[in-house]
Structures are given as structure tokens and as C-alpha cells.
């Protein structure tokens, strides 16, 4: 093949195609629709993720007609005026004709690429977007393109017209996309959908979009291209021979090509096995398992056994991510090597372990409501993974690995939350967290007490009466074995004069149960497990069998075993009594956040009212404090200077909701003086930023007579949005985060004196736009105009309002007699050291009552105080609003305080591994001005560029087309 012939066929195609104006139609179509889809279709400033996902998603289509229309005229336009016949009769080989005009082709199609740019380039300007996705989509989807022009050139040499070529190539391309879109794999079982998504062009590039590039997907596109670009060397060729010709040389020919054709596609084949053939070009490669989780692996004695069990029949939005978990379980067993065994089942092809997973561990189909424009039906569907390692194991469900988000009225986006975060942390857990002995009563030091509240077997649902004798099984069993560790006991609530209901409703909450809605047989039926100081109950298991009773019972007996879990000591507000949650006013709540640190800590919930932190607390998190008096302060205190570490979330304001009004008030959180003791002065005021999180409001949207609720997200600064560089880089703590948001924070001021010998950390700032408010009306404001009614007031600057300082401290306490003795109740607003006879007074005092207590007045340098600023960030009721947006629950606050956690108990592997799940980049709050102006720039850039193209090629036409006719009379002659 010769260089120079191609490279003159080519330039001679690029040619004729920009020498009439069809050619910039064909581009600034292309060019139109991809902005369209990707501002409006897409609604990507709706979508708030700093990428450009949404034009590559689109790319597998938008190719299709773009190629159909670069080739269609290639081959049918030499046939239509009769030059095909002078073409296959020059001096050039078929093959040299052939890949001249692709590269041509390739070459236009790289253009209309190359002329998107200002798209991602636009949005790494206004956020941080990573590159890495965006070239690897670049390259996708220039082999995918050059697949398409393949086809498009083997069809347009098929026929001589035009229009013919253009949708014949369209449907033929049209076809492998929609070979494995979900239109066709719903239809199908599990074995034949998988097919089908390696046949599709489209259900190949998802990996591609997200930053993977795969060589099995990169290498079924290039050999897509070569297989029709052979058949195209094929079909022209056949023309070329006489019907008494060479027939040994014809059936070479015919026999070259079916060899090579049968190669390529069986390559196809061969390459799906091998899964790690893949590079993760993301930032940070979060698609890859990091080197955190090789260590843990690294650590395993004996196999650890995956399982996924993963249906088949399942949802739409469900079944892309099937592959994704697979590949990522695979890497997991690449990785460990013979220390992990992965399988991979449709429990409905398996019935014996489908039971096993039912019985043993608890895993049940999820059901799920699929409807298509024939019918609706009802899929039960699994989506779980099993880790297994001795005799512990973990169970990740539908619910820990998926994330739900709301996108429009009836659409959902469906997605991975961070598998190999979830995967690593159920590994450290069952590696770790249980593994005093082979049994749980070795790392109990106390008795525990079993009772159950039953009611007698008359009153019993039948079902549960006849579990009673399996539940008692498994007592008597745990029993045995615990040598005396636990005791069991069967109480009827109901027997005699129902004093133990009525104590039981007051002390736990515990109310008569009933087997239905409308059932007026009420029982009880609540299992508990109980110390001196802590009562757990036991959640009756989903199957009642042997293996789910003692699992259950196991997992309560685990909390109250020493040194197998870190223990966190939380401090949160009093639940309100419930006359108040009836007016409205439920104050905050902090589920979420509790339930987020159990996954991986014993959280222990005290209110420290005896003066002490609970002897197995590793750190001490305050949460929204309020009042708290001197002997809370003290516990406080005494933690740090015992080194400890010491989170405070705490605001000079709290914001009070009603059903008809939202106010904020001062404060009164009782650790004021002791912050500003310690170094940390917090501002009476509120930070208020234009760089803002927005507010969901309820308004009644009045249409056809009919009245509708609508959420209205309206500018809130009060709701700070904290990005880079208010995050800080430099910190692991924050360095992962895409963004914080801080409701009704103060500003936190630093006394430079008091920290001089300490090492401060400045986490979250806010903008350098922000300004301070004292007032406490803070409901949204809209003015005229629909726009934000709030005013930048005072003095503009960043304002502090998280903060960690390390070193030692000084006992807010020292000098003074501890608050734990009788009679001392110090003042927290001043602090005066009392003279010595008052110290004899006490010290005499405390040897007669016999009470010992001491102050420690000096912490070492492991010491640790975190602030956060605002005591209503972490509220579940501020989680909501922020993520109302997008339909979630907002999890970057609480994200927050997980690695404020891991960092602080110096276990960094998990922080790292979580970091690498916030590949969600978002954009920056735009108002809709400048969203409309970054859209008309995309716009305006992309015509600009093909009026560049214009110019070129306009001085290229006549000296390019004087260089082609040249070569052609000089090969003829």
C-alpha cells in the first residue's frame, strides 16, 4: 500500500466534501444537536455535576447519523455518474482507495469532534472537572466513529444513491446499538442479554463515559472497522473480475476474506475473558481497586468467599450495573489472588442456594415494579453480595449498594454508590471487627441479660407461635455455651395486672403489635439484650429459622463485647416530648448521622449528666449542644486533657421550624466560654454567602382548575456552599469532598495567642463574597423580579467556620475544684481560681464523703478539637432540604464527619477508599444569567470553529484540486 496514494485520495474527498455547502449543514447539525441535547435535554445545569457525561452518553447515536451522512455519498456518488468504473481502473489498489476515503472520512469526523472542545473546556473553566473521562471519550468515540464509517462505506458502495446509502448505513449502524440497549436485553435471559451488550456499540461505551477505557471495547471497534472495511475491499473487488477469469484467485480472495473476518470477531471472543484489560484514567483511578484495599487483603489468613447474587429478570435502571459489580468483584479476586473466590449467580437457576440466602443470610429479592406499553408486572428481584470469611459474614444489599436520584418528574438516575468503599469496609469489618475467639461470650467481660417479651402462644400469630420453640432452642444453646455470660428470661407483658407493659411502653417504647392493619389481636413479641448500663434490641429476623435467630442474636451479643469495635461516645439533643412534635416543632433530629457511624463504630449515645465520658469512648462528638452545665463541661474537658479527641458541631443560632414560620434564635449551647478558653471564639452572627446551597419552599401551582404542589428552590444564603478553595486540598479530611454545605453557621475567630504552640487546621472557609447577619428573620426572600431578596451588608471576606486544632491543651477547669464534688458548681462564665482554704474546705470535704475526684489540668499532644460551626448541618431535616434538589438525602455533611472520625482514630485506608467515591464533581452555583451565558459561548465557539474550517479549506480547494488532477492524467497515461 502506498502512503502518498492514500494520503491523495484523502485529500481529495476532504476536499469535495467542504467544495459545497452540505458539508457545514452536516456539521453544524451535529454540532446544534449535541449542545441541545446536552443544555436541554440532558438539563446539565439541572444535573449540578461538573462533567460531560451527558454528550458522550448521547454519542453512540449522534455518531450514527453523522457517519451515515460523511459516507453516503463516497461510493454511490462514483456510481451514479459512472466513475466507479474509471476509479477501479486506475493503478491503485482497491485497498488504497478504500482506506483513503475512510481516512478522509475519519479525518471530518475528528473535526466535528475537535469542535466540541469548548464544551468541556467551558466546564473546566466554571468547576473542577477531571480530564481524564473526556479524552478517554474522545478516543471512544473516534473508534466508534471509525466503526460507523466502515459500515457507511460498505453500504454506500452497495448502491448509487445517496439518500439510499444514508439510510441503509443509518439502519445498519442503528442495529448494533440497538443490539444491547435495555429495548432488547429486557426481553431476553441473563446469558443472551450479556450477548447482546457485547454486540452493542452503545452498551460498550457506558464504562468508556465514566473514565475506563477497556482494550475489549477499544479492540470490538477497530475490529468492527476493519471486518467492514474488508467487505468493502470484497465487494468492490468482485467487480473488478471477469466472468471468465482466474476462479483459483477469486475463491483466494473469498477464502482471505473469511479468514480474516473470522479472526477478528473470534479475538472478540477470546479477549472477554480477561476482565483486568482496562485502564482507569480518572483522577485518583476510583474505578480500580486502591492500594488500601490490597493491604487488607493481604491480611486475609484463610479465603474470603464473594458472592453476588444478581438476577436476571431485574429492573431497567438495574441491569447496566450488573456488569459493573461483576468486573469490580473480578478485580477483587485478581487482587487477593488464592486468598478470595468469587462466584457470580442468578439464584433463580440456583434453588439450593436461593434457600441458603433466604434462611442463612437473610438475603430476599427486592420487588420491583417494571411496566411496558403492554403490560405491568411485579420482578422480585436480587441485587446483593454475600463476603464470607471463617465463620463471620457480611451481606451488602440493594439498599448499601444503590443511589437513587431524582431527575425530573418521572425519571430516575440509578447508579453505584462507591461498591469497593462498601466492599472494603464489609471486609475490614468481618477481618477485624469479631475476631477474639471462636466465640462472641470471649469478649464479654459482664453478664448479659436476655429477655423476651412474649405473649402467651394463644395470642400469638401461629406463625410466631410456632417460631417461639425455635427461638428458645437457640437460647438454651447460647446459653450453654457462654458459661454463665448469659441469662434468659420469658416475660408475658400482659400477666397479672400489665405493670410490665405499661413499664416496658414507658422505658423502650414498646407498644401491642398486630399481625395486620385491620387486625384486632394484639401481642407482643419484642426480643431485648441488656447490661448494667446498655439495652439492645434484637429485630425479629425476616426468616425464622435457626441460622437467622442466632445470627440476630450474635450481632446484639457483639455490642456489648470489648475491643472489637471503636467506640464513639455521641452526644445530641434530648428527643423532644411529643406535644411539640404535634405544633411543628420537632427540633433537630440526628438519625441519619447515628445510624452512618454504626456501619463501622459502636456509637454510644450518652448526655454526659455524671460528669464522665463513657469509659470505652475512643472519641467524643457533641452535636448540636444545648445548655449543658458545668458537670457536662467537665466530662467535656477531661476527655481532651486525657488526650481524646473532641468533635463540637455547635452554631451561635438555632434555626426553630414551624408549619408556618422559620426563625432563628440565640444559642444557648453552654460550651462558649470553655471554646474560647481553649483558643476558639465563636461569632454572634451568621455567615451568609452568595456562593449558596438553595432552599426548598412548597408552592401551589394553580392549572386547569386543579391545584399542585411544587418544590421551588429559591437562593438561600444562609445555606453556605463550600468548594475549593474554601476546602481545604491539603487535608485528607476534606481534600476527597466535593463541596460542604453549612446551615446557619457563625464565624469562628482564632486567638493567634492561645494557639501559638498548636498546629490549626483551617478546613472550611467561605467565599470571599460573604458577609455577617445578626437578625434572626431567615426566611427566603424573593423580590420583584423572582430573583434573591438579600443584600450583601458590612464588611465582605472568607469566614472560618470549621476548624481542628492539635496539641496542648489546658484544663478549662485548672485551678478549681472538680464539679463532681458535692457542693461545687462552678461558674461557667468566669474563671476564677478559688483560694486555698477553699481548697482545704473541699479537699476535706471529699476525704469525709469518701468521694474521689481529680482534675487533670494539662493535656499531652495528641489532643483533638474539631469545630463546625453550625449545630444544624448534620439535622436529618437539613439533610433533606439540601438534597431535595435532586431527590436524596444529602450525604457530604455527614461524609464530613466520617473522615473527621477515620482520621482521628488514625485509620486512613477507609477515609482514602470513601475519598475515591466522591467522583461526583459539582458545579459551582450559576445564576441563570451565567448559565445562559456559558450555554450561547458553546454556541457561538462552535460556529466560530466552522467558519475557521471554512476559511482553511476555501484556500486549500484550488490548489488541491489542480495537485488530484495532476495524479490522475499522469496514472492514466
Not at 449515645?605 to 463513657?614: H, I, W
Amino acid at each position: 500500500m502506498r502512503i502518498d496514494v492514500v494520503r491523495r485520495i484523502a485529500s481529495k474527498e476532504r476536499m469535495l466534501f467542504f467544495a459545497s455547502p452540505v458539508g457545514y449543514l452536516f456539521l453544524a447539525a451535529f454540532l446544534s444537536v449535541t449542545l441541545f441535547v446536552f443544555f436541554w435535554v440532558e438539563a446539565y445545569f439541572a444535573r449540578n455535576v461538573a462533567d460531560v457525561r451527558p454528550m458522550f452518553e448521547w454519542m453512540p447515536v449522534l455518531l450514527i447519523f453523522l457517519s451515515s451522512a460523511l459516507t453516503m455519498r463516497m461510493w454511490s456518488e462514483e456510481r451514479r455518474v459512472g466513475t466507479l468504473e474509471f476509479v477501479l481502473t486506475v493503478p491503485a489498489s482497491t485497498w488504497e482507495f478504500v482506506i483513503g476515503k475512510f481516512l478522509a472520512c475519519w479525518a471530518l469526523l475528528a473535526i466535528a469532534l475537535l469542535l466540541t472542545l469548548p464544551l468541556p473546556a467551558s466546564v473546566a473553566f466554571i468547576a473542577n472537572l477531571d480530564w481524564g473521562p473526556v479524552w478517554a471519550g474522545y478516543v471512544a468515540a473516534l473508534l466508534l466513529g471509525g466503526a460507523y464509517i466502515a459500515i457507511g462505506l460498505f453500504v454506500s458502495a452497495r448502491t448509487d444513491s445517496q439518500i439510499v446509502s444514508l439510510i441503509g448505513a443509518s439502519f445498519a449502524c442503528g442495529l448494533f446499538y440497538l443490539a444491547g440497549s435495555p429495548l432488547l436485553t429486557d426481553l431476553v435471559s441473563g446469558g443472551i442479554a450479556d450477548v447482546l451488550r457485547g454486540i452493542g456499540s452503545g452498551s460498550r461505551f457506558e464504562s468508556i463515559t465514566r473514565g475506563v477505557l477497556d482494550v475489549r471495547d477499544l479492540y470490538y471497534y477497530v475490529s468492527l472497522g476493519v471486518v467492514f472495511l474488508t467487505l468493502n475491499v470484497y465487494g468492490l473487488e468482485v467487480q473488478r473480475w471477469a466472468h471468465d477469469g482466474d476462479r483459483g484467485r477469486h475463491r483466494a480472495w473469498m477464502l482471505g476474506t473469511a479468514l480474516l473476518v473470522g479472526n477478528l470477531l473470534v479475538v472478540n471472543v477470546w479477549l472477554n475473558s480477561f476482565g483486568f484489560l482496562r485502564v482507569d484514567v480518572t483522577e485518583g483511578r476510583i474505578y480500580s481497586v486502591s492500594e488500601a484495599t490490597r493491604n487488607y487483603l493481604r491480611q486475609l489468613k484463610e479465603p474470603l468467599f464473594i458472592r453476588g447474587y444478581f438476577s436476571s429478570k431485574t429492573h431497567p435502571l438495574l441491569a447496566p450495573l450488573v456488569p459493573r459489580m461483576r468486573d469490580l468483584l473480578k478485580e477483587f479476586e485478581a487482587a487477593g489472588g488464592s486468598n478470595i473466590k468469587v462466584e457470580v449467580i442468578d439464584p433463580a437457576e440456583y434453588p439450593e442456594l436461593e434457600d441458603e440466602a433466604n434462611t442463612k443470610y437473610g438475603i430476599r429479592p427486592v420487588p420491583f415494579q417494571v411496566a411496558d406499553r403492554y403490560q405491568a408486572s411485579l420482578v422480585n428481584s436480587y441485587f446483593d453480595v454475600l463476603l464470607s470469611y471463617g465463620d463471620e459474614y457480611e451481606v451488602l444489599s440493594f439498599r448499601d449498594l444503590i443511589e437513587v436520584k431524582v431527575i425530573g418528574e418521572s425519571d430516575l438516575d440509578v447508579q453505584l454508590k462507591n461498591p469497593e468503599y462498601d466492599l472494603t469496609r464489609s471486609i475490614k469489618k468481618i477481618l477485624y471487627g469479631f475476631q477474639g475467639g471462636s466465640s462472641v461470650f470471649a469478649n464479654i467481660q459482664d453478664s448479659v441479660r436476655f429477655t423476651g417479651y412474649l405473649s402467651s402462644d394463644e395470642r400469638l400469630p401461629e406463625a410466631l407461635a410456632e417460631y417461639r420453640a425455635v427461638l428458645e432452642g437457640v437460647l438454651a444453646e447460647l446459653a450453654e455455651e457462654s458459661d454463665g455470660k448469659l441469662t434468659v428470661e420469658i416475660v408475658d407483658p400482659e400477666a397479672g395486672d400489665g405493670s410490665v407493659a405499661q413499664e416496658i411502653a414507658v422505658n423502650y417504647g414498646f407498644q401491642p403489635m398486630a399481625a395486620s392493619l385491620f387486625d384486632t389481636n394484639y401481642f407482643y413479641f419484642y426480643l431485648t439484650l441488656a447490661d448494667d448500663a446498655t439495652v439492645v434490641q434484637v429485630p425479629l429476623p425476616e426468616a425464622l429459622s435457626t441460622e437467622a435467630t442466632k445470627r440476630g442474636i450474635e450481632e446484639g451479643l457483639k455490642r456489648f463485647a470489648s475491643g472489637l469495635l471503636r467506640t464513639i461516645a455521641l452526644v445530641t439533643p434530648p428527643t423532644p416530648p411529643p406535644y411539640m412534635a404535634q405544633q411543628g416543632i420537632a427540633g433537630n433530629q440526628f438519625s441519619q448521622l447515628r445510624s452512618t457511624l454504626a456501619n463501622d463504630l459502636d456509637v454510644e449515645t450518652t448526655d454526659l449528666q455524671d460528669g464522665s465520658v463513657p469509659d470505652s469512648a475512643d472519641l467524643l462528638m457533641i452535636v448540636d449542644p444545648k445548655n449543658l452545665d458545668a458537670k457536662q463541661v467537665f466530662a467535656i474537658d477531661q476527655f481532651l486533657m486525657k488526650g481524646g479527641t473532641v468533635i463540637v458541631a455547635a452554631g451561635a443560632f438555632d434555626a426553630t421550624f414551624t408549619q408556618q414560620s422559620l426563625t432563628a434564635a440565640p444559642s444557648n449551647t453552654g460550651l462558649t466560654d470553655w471554646l474560647r478558653h481553649h483558643g476558639l471564639n465563636l461569632g454572634e452572627s451568621m455567615v451568609m454567602d452568595p456562593q449558596n446551597a438553595a432552599f426548598p419552599v412548597p408552592v401551589t401551582r394553580q392549572s386547569g382548575g386543579f391545584s399542585f404542589q411544587e418544590l421551588v428552590m429559591l437562593d438561600y444564603p444562609y445555606f453556605p456552599d463550600i468548594r475549593v478553595p474554601g476546602l481545604n486540598e491539603d487535608s485528607p479530611i476534606t481534600a476527597g469532598l466535593p463541596q460542604v454545605t453549612l446551615a446557619w453557621a457563625s464565624p469562628i475567630e482564632l486567638d493567634e495567642e492561645a494557639n501559638a504552640q498548636r498546629e490549626v487546621l483551617e478546613l472550611l472557609k467561605t467565599s470571599e463574597s460573604s458577609w455577617l447577619s445578626s437578625g434572626i428573620d431567615v426566611m427566603p426572600r424573593v423580590n420583584e423580579m423572582g430573583l434573591s431578596g438579600f443584600e450583601p451588608e458590612g464588611d465582605l471576606g472568607s469566614r472560618l467556620v470549621g476548624v481542628a486544632v492539635i496539641g496542648r491543651f489546658d484544663s478549662f477547669f485548672k485551678g478549681q475544684e472538680s464539679p463532681l464534688l458535692p457542693g461545687q458548681e462552678p461558674d461557667l462564665e468566669s474563671e476564677i481560681e478559688p483560694d486555698e482554704d477553699e481548697a482545704d474546705e473541699a479537699t476535706d470535704d471529699e476525704d469525709t464523703l469518701g468521694v474521689v475526684s481529680t482534675v487533670i489540668e494539662r493535656s499531652p499532644e495528641s489532643a483533638r478539637l474539631f469545630l463546625f460551626s453550625s449545630s444544624s448541618f448534620l439535622a436529618d431535616q437539613t439533610l433533606r432540604m439540601v438534597g431535595s434538589s435532586d431527590g436524596t438525602l444529602y450525604a457530604s455533611s455527614v461524609e464530613l464527619m466520617l473522615n473527621v472520625v477515620d482520621w482521628s482514630l488514625e485509620d486512613q485506608s477507609l477515609l482514602g477508599i470513601r475519598s475515591r467515591g466522591n467522583f461526583n464533581r459539582t458545579l459551582p452555583p450559576l445564576t441563570n444569567t451565567e448559565q445562559s451565558v456559558v450555554e450561547y459561548l458553546n454556541y457561538g465557539l462552535a460556529f466560530l470553529g466552522i467558519g475557521g474550517v471554512f476559511v482553511l479549506y476555501r484556500r486549500r480547494t484550488v490548489r488541491l484540486r489542480g495537485v488530484y488532477r495532476s495524479w490522475i492524467e499522469g496514472e492514466a497515461a
